[in-house]
T-cell receptor
Framework: NAGVMQNPRHLVRRRGQEARLRCSPMKGHSHVYWYRQLPEEGLKFMVYLQKENIIDESGMPKERFSAEFPKEGPSILRIQQVVRGDSAAYFCASSPRNTEDEKLFFGSGTQLSVL | AQSVTQLGSHVSVSEGALVLLRCNYSSSVPPYLFWYVQYPNQGLQLLLK??????LVKGINGFEAEFKKSETSFHLTKPSAHMSDAAEYFCAVSRGGYQKVTFGTGTKLQVIP
C-alpha cells in the first residue's frame, strides 16, 4: 500500500549544480502537485501536472525551475543552477480527481540544501 | 483572492488540556476549508475538511473544527491534548479549482507532560 513516494529524502547540492527531485504518485492518481516549504512559512503551490501535461505552473519561478510528469515514470521537479535561496523542503502531492473538495495525499518531502 | 491566517505560530498546552488552534479565512465565495497535520519529517495528512455539508466537522484523532461564516473562522479544537498530538498544523482553503489550495503558515503545537 505505497503512498506518495519522493526521493531522495535529502539532497545536497553546491551552488550552480542541478537538482532533480522525483515523485511517484499513489496508484491510480493522475494529478500531481508540487509545493515548496520554506522555514517559518506555509506551503507554497508551485505547479500542477497531469500525465504529460502541465496544467498550472503559476507558482513556479520563471527561470531555472521546470517540472514534468511523463507518460511513464515519476514526476520530476528540476532546478538548474541552484542558489542558496532554493534550500527548502519540496513536497509532492497527488489526488485521484481534481475537484475542490478532494484531499491531497502528500509524500514525505525532499529536503534540498544548497551549500 | 483566497487566503487563510493562522494566529499563533507556536501553541503550548498541557497534556489533557483543551487544544485550540485558530484559523481565519478570506474568500469571496463560500470556501472549502481543510486542516492538515504534519509530523516531523513527514508529509501533510488531512485531519478534516469542510465542504458546506455541516458547520461542525469531526476529523481523525479526536479533532473537530467549526465553520463560522459570521466570524470567517475555522478553528481547530480537541478537548484533551495527548502527547502524540505534538506536530505542526496547517489550515488551508480551496476555491477555484483544487490546485488553488492556499495554506496558512502553520501552528506548531507543543504538548507539555
Amino acid at each position: 500500500n505505497a503512498g506518495v513516494m519522493q526521493n531522495p529524502r535529502h539532497l545536497v547540492r553546491r551552488r550552480g549544480q542541478e537538482a532533480r527531485l522525483r515523485c511517484s504518485p499513489m496508484k491510480g492518481h493522475s494529478h500531481v502537485y508540487w509545493y515548496r516549504q520554506l522555514p517559518e512559512e506555509g506551503l507554497k503551490f508551485m505547479v500542477y501536472l497531469q500525465k504529460e501535461n502541465i496544467i498550472d505552473e503559476s507558482g513556479m519561478p520563471k527561470e531555472r525551475f521546470s517540472a514534468e510528469f511523463p507518460k511513464e515514470g515519476p514526476s520530476i521537479l528540476r532546478i538548474q543552477q541552484v542558489v542558496r535561496g532554493d534550500s527548502a523542503a519540496y513536497f509532492c502531492a497527488s489526488s485521484p480527481r481534481n475537484t475542490e473538495d478532494e484531499k491531497l495525499f502528500f509524500g514525505s518531502g525532499t529536503q534540498l540544501s544548497v551549500l | 483572492a483566497q487566503s487563510v491566517t493562522q494566529l499563533g505560530s507556536h501553541v503550548s498546552v498541557s497534556e489533557g488540556a483543551l487544544v485550540l488552534l485558530r484559523c481565519n479565512y478570506s474568500s469571496s465565495v463560500p470556501p472549502y476549508l481543510f486542516w492538515y497535520v504534519q509530523y516531523p519529517n513527514q508529509g501533510l495528512q488531512l485531519l478534516l475538511k469542510y465542504t458546506s455539508a455541516a458547520t461542525l466537522v469531526k476529523g481523525i484523532n479526536g479533532f473537530e473544527a467549526e465553520f463560522k461564516k459570521s466570524e470567517t473562522s475555522f478553528h481547530l479544537t480537541k478537548p484533551s491534548a495527548h502527547m502524540s498530538d505534538a506536530a505542526e498544523y496547517f489550515c488551508a482553503v480551496s476555491r477555484g479549482g483544487y490546485q488553488k489550495v492556499t495554506f496558512g503558515t502553520g501552528t506548531k503545537l507543543q504538548v507539555i507532560p
